[in-house]
Each structure stands twice: as structure tokens, then as C-alpha cells.
């Protein structure tokens, strides 16, 4: 089958398209006939060397996809061959074939395209985790979606007003802001507009925001501390302007700001929180109230310039590859 390999680490050029064996599910595994993969830009600082955790080399990328199950590993039930399911794994999907614990597969409805459900888990549960777990954010309560037309800002745009929050968005063109406000944005601002800091904190009613969704760091760091609110929450998922931010403990005395990292990896393992989440995501799904923005769609030799893409903040929606 083919499967992109990495070898040594350095952005999306590394890629190496290659035919390698198909993968044997182990006892307690699954083999899914890939069919989408969704690109996070996780994958994309990972293959670039600038991710969370150390990566062991060689190895394939893709934490997210979906497909058909396709054969099953010893002692694995409750899951059906020919079945569409979602999974999160930690690598390995930039494949034709992907093995993986049956325990990191994620249910779907079976009315999703493969398309739609690679672009649900990592996405999904991220914003459910900031906007409810770690945000507690509340009906009525303003918040601000950075990124807004990206994977995780129009997921959590949905969630936000599924919640009955009222959203600003912020994003780098007029095209992502209108993707935006199709999805319920109740403000937009463009996120180099000179006046954003005042903009942002005029719309929240002249006093802030009380819950931010900080995902591009770096000098914006300094920027969300000034848009939020007194006793504010700021959750901070990423770091995508890839640069170091500043902040000294004591600028949260002032206004009391609770600044709360989140790793959508770590909360995985906190059964009680992820099955809350998955709960409350399925009803929401079944509602129609949440639908998975699939982006983009590249073929599978086309892998690395999708990664660029989304490093070059051309995409909106997840980015989608189709082996
Ligand atoms: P997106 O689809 O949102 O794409 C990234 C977006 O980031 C771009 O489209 C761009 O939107 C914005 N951006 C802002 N500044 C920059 C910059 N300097 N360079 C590139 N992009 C920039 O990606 P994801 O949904 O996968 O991820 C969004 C963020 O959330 C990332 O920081 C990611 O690491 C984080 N994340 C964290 C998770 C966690 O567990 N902590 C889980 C999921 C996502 P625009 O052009 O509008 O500014």
C-alpha cells in the first residue's frame, strides 16, 4: 500500500510518499480502509519539528481519519467490519491502511461522509473542552473565536451557539469572516484591523471579554489579555503565529484573569470528561445543529502541499485528504 513516511523531521517537503506492507490489526486492534484524513496543525508542527511532544522517527503522519473497518485484531467486538467510524490515533493515517486500538475509535453517524467524519473528533471535542469544561461558559456569555473560519473556529462557532453564546470572530480576510457569520458569528473583525483591541472589547459591551479561545499566541498573547474581561478566562489550544509569547503572572492580578492551557491529548485520558463530551457532541449531531466543515480535499500524493496550505493560512474548514 502507499504511506508517506518521515525520517528526519523539517516541514512538509520531508513527506516521502513510499509502498510498504498493509498493517496486521494486533489482539485488541482494528485495520481501517482509509478514506479520509483530516490535517490538524498539529500535523503540521509536528512534521516541521515544533509540536508538543518528541516524535519517534521513522513515522507516518495523520492523528485523524475515517474509513471503513476492514479486518479485526483478536478478542475485538462491538465493532463491525464495513462500518464507518472516525479515529484518533496518535499517527499512521496518511495511509491506504491504518491498525489502531479499538478503543480510539470514535462513533459517528453513519450519515457522515468519510470526509465529514475525519473532520469531527480533534476539532469537536477540542471546543467542547474549551468552550464548557475548562471555559464554563454560559448561555448569554460573549466569546471570542480566533482563527474563526479555520477547523477549530467554525467548530467552535457552532458549539458556541449551540450553547446560546454570543460569538466575535476574528479572522485575516473578509471571505473567512463571511464563513463566519454564515455560521452565527453575531460579530467579525478582521484580525489585523488597527482598532481590533478596542473593537473587540466595544462589541463585548465596552468591558471585555469573558471568555477567549486563544489559538494564535505569540505578540497576539499580550492583545487577548487586554480584550478580556475582568475575572475573564483565557484558554489557551495553540500557538499558531508559531512565535514565543510573554506573560508575567502578576498582569492577571489586576483584573483577576484566569489564563487555563488546554491539550485535547491530555484530556483523553479524563474518562469522565471525554464521555461527557462525546455525550453532549452526539446530541448535537443528531440534532443537526453540528456539522463537521470539511475544507479543502487533496489526493494523497498531493499530501504535502496540503500541509503547506494550511501553514500558509490558505484553507478554511479541516482539511481533508482522500488516499
Ligand atoms: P486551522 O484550520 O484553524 O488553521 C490555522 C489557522 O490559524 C489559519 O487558517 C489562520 O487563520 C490562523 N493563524 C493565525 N496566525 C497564523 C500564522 N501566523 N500562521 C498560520 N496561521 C495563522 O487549524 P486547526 O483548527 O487545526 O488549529 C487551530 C489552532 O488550534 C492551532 O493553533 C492548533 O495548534 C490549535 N489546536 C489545539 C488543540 C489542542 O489540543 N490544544 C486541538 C486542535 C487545535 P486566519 O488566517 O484567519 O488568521
Known amino acids: 500500500m502507499k504511506a508517506y513516511v518521515v525520517e528526519r523531521l523539517g516541514g512538509p517537503d520531508v513527506m516521502e510518499l513510499r509502498d510498504v506492507p498493509v498493517p496486521q490489526p494486533g489482539p485488541g486492534e482494528v485495520r481501517v480502509k482509509v478514506q479520509a484524513v483530516g490535517i490538524n496543525f498539529a500535523d503540521a508542527l509536528t512534521v516541521a519539528g515544533e509540536y508538543l511532544t518528541e516524535t519517534k522517527l521513522p513515522y507516518t503522519p495523520g492523528m485523524e481519519f475515517a474509513g471503513v473497518v476492514d479486518a479485526l485484531g483478536e478478542g ?89 453564546m454570543k460569538v466575535i470572530a476574528l479572522a485575516s480576510t473578509e471571505e473567512k469572516l463571511q464563513i463566519a457569520r454564515d455560521l452565527g458569528a453575531d460579530v467579525t473583525i478582521l484580525q489585523d484591523d488597527p482598532e481590533r483591541v478596542q473593537k473587540v472589547r466595544d462589541a463585548a459591551g465596552g468591558k ?55 491539550w485535547l491529548t491530555s484530556l483523553m485520558f479524563d474518562r469522565e470528561a471525554s464521555a461527557q463530551a462525546a455525550r453532549a457532541l452526539s446530541e448535537l449531531v443528531g440534532s443537526g445543529r453540528v456539522v463537521p466543515q470539511v475544507g479543502p480535499q487533496y489526493a494523497l500524493a498531493d499530501a504535502p502541499r496540503a500541509f503547506q496550505d494550511l501553514l500558509d493560512r490558505k484553507t478554511t474548514g479541516k482539511v481533508i485528504i482522500e488516499p
Open 208 to 262: 471585555g471579554v469573558p471568555l477567549i479561545l486563544e489559538v494564535v499566541g505569540g505578540s497576539r498573547f499580550q492583545e487577548s489579555l487586554k480584550m478580556c474581561a475582568s475575572r475573564g478566562r483565557i484558554i489557551v489550544i495553540g500557538n499558531a503565529s508559531r512565535e514565543a509569547a510573554t506573560l508575567h503572572p502578576a498582569a492577571l492580578m489586576k483584573r483577576n484573569q484566569t489564563v487555563t492551557g488546554l
Open 76 to 164: 475485538v467486538s462491538g465493532v463491525q467490519v464495513g462500518q464507518l467510524v472516525a479515529c484518533l490515533g496518535g499517527s499512521g493515517s496518511l495511509a491506504e491502511y491504518a491498525t489502531l486500538p479499538a478503543a480510539s475509535l470514535v462513533p459517528v453517524p453513519q450519515s457522515f461522509t468519510p470526509a465529514q467524519a475525519a473532520a469531527f473528533p480533534v476539532s469537536y471535542f477540542t471546543a467542547y473542552h474549551a468552550l464548557q469544561t475548562l471555559g464554563r461558559g454560559q448561555a448569554g456569555e460573549w466569546v471570542l473565536v480566533q482563527a474563526a473560519a479555520g477547523a477549530l473556529g467554525t467548530a467552535s462557532i457552532q458549539l458556541a451557539k449551540a450553547m446560546d
